[in-house]
């Protein structure tokens, strides 16, 4: 198949960006929940009125299991190959593999990630970075420091940037989780950021603030929320929206004149799908549609740039029923039935019925705007992000 054909020869302008938004552990009930609890009965979310629509299978190449972890499907998509659960972006051999961050900066482009999960983990970190090991998450950030250099990084996970013993702006051991602390072995990476060039933020005020250049900013200890077991007591309430990052990061990058490449994640929809927290996930939910707003009013006046909004894989594996449905097939504990939530302007409501606290296999919705969207229609592999964002990026 030629990639992108129709569009590339369209009419479209020449493709210059990518903005790629990822609802971490988001499937078709993910979607479809949200859009009852948003918008009703017949409305439709931001993410899914995309022209174009498709879907990608998730599974790795790993010995022991055929579903997928993040950071084995975040490979597949930064550089077009499958590996084993919790690398990032090296082979089954375990050997270092190519990056669309690295090759999008190499073309000369503007690159940049926002998420509400450590900006080390293992979503963003498959762009530009290379570990056998995504636990290794300090020496993620050093690599985008030494190696990829990111021009604008917008997240949590403070924690990793700084040596044992000495917090920055988020204190050691806070209240609401006693288990963060610094915990960086390769020295005090953030003064290394701003010997770099980077101005570092980590409140709302100094993000509006900083004026363009490479930017920095890291909001919490770790992920931007905190879950805790069995949903008892999860919180989401980021220091700064996601919508506000991606804003952000977009009037940053978008001064680059050959363009740029932009990773966005909501992270809350997968780790409360692991708590079986139906009420969080709409949460994190409604502050990914907030961000994909975001992105398609940037898109609307920049026709050069390619709009892609999938999941990396399914958590929790949810399904939407009536509300009237109080049989739990899941049985009970963790993934006892979830609800009743309301359908926005009717008098009716649904329940969320959780089959796991784990991932599953199934297939993952991908929406798509601009150059060389059409090209994800159809089914394909995770690995074929890869092959579409290439077109633009190493160019």
Request: proline letters at 5%; charged letters at 25%; a negative charge.
């Amino acid at each position: 198949m030629t990639v992108g054909a129709a569009d590339a020869n369209g009419g479209h302008p020449k493709a210059k960006s990518v903005i790629f938004i990822n609802g971490d552990g988001m499937s078709a009930a993910h979607r479809e929940a949200a859009r009852l609890a948003m918008t009703g009965l017949d409305g439709r979310l931001a993410m899914d009125s995309l022209p174009y629509s498709g879907q990608l299978s998730t599974s790795p190449h790993d010995p022991k299991t055929a579903i997928t972890d993040s950071a084995a499907a975040a490979t597949a998509w930064a550089t077009g190959q499958k590996t084993y659960n919790g690398a990032i972006s090296v082979d089954v051999n375990k050997k270092p593999l190519a990056t669309l961050g690295e090759q999008a900066k190499k073309a000369g482009k503007a690159t940049g990630l926002v998420t509400t999960a450590q900006v080390t983990d293992a979503s963003p970190a498959a762009w530009f970075s290379q570990t056998v090991d995504r636990g290794q998450q300090d020496d993620i950030a050093r690599q985008y420091l030494e190696v990829s250099k990111p021009d604008v990084i917008l997240g949590g996970g403070e924690d990793w940037w700084l040596p044992a013993g000495s917090p920055g702006a988020f204190p050691d051991k806070p209240a609401e989780d006693p288990t963060e602390a610094s915990k960086g072995t390769k020295g005090d990476l953030i003064a290394k950021a701003k010997k770099a060039g980077y101005t570092y933020v980590t409140s709302a005020a100094q993000l509006k603030a900083a004026k363009g250049g490479k930017l920095l900013g890291l909001f919490s200890n770790e992920e931007m929320f905190q879950q805790r077991e069995e949903g008892k007591g999860d919180i989401y309430n980021p220091v700064v929206p996601l919508a506000d990052m991606t804003s952000k990061a977009l009037s940053t990058l978008k001064t680059d004149k050959d363009g740029f490449f932009l990773f966005v994640e909501e992270e809350g929809i997968d780790e409360f799908s692991h708590e079986n927290n139906g009420e969080k996930v709409l949460k994190s939910m409604a502050e990914l549609e907030k961000a994909v707003k975001v992105a398609k009013a940037y898109v609307a006046t920049h026709p050069d740039t390619l709009l892609v909004i999938t999941g990396d894989h399914d958590c929790g594996g949810a399904t939407v029923e009536a509300a009237e449905d109080t049989a739990d097939e899941s049985g009970d504990g963790i993934s006892k039935e979830d609800g009743p939530f309301a359908i926005a302007g009717s008098s009716l409501k649904f329940n969320i019925d959780w089959t796991t606290s784990g991932h599953t296999g199934v297939n993952v919705p991908v929406t798509a705007s601009g150059p060389y969207a059409s090209s994800f229609t159809g089914e394909h592999a995770n690995t074929y992000v890869h092959e579409v964002l290439s077109k633009i990026l190493t160019k």
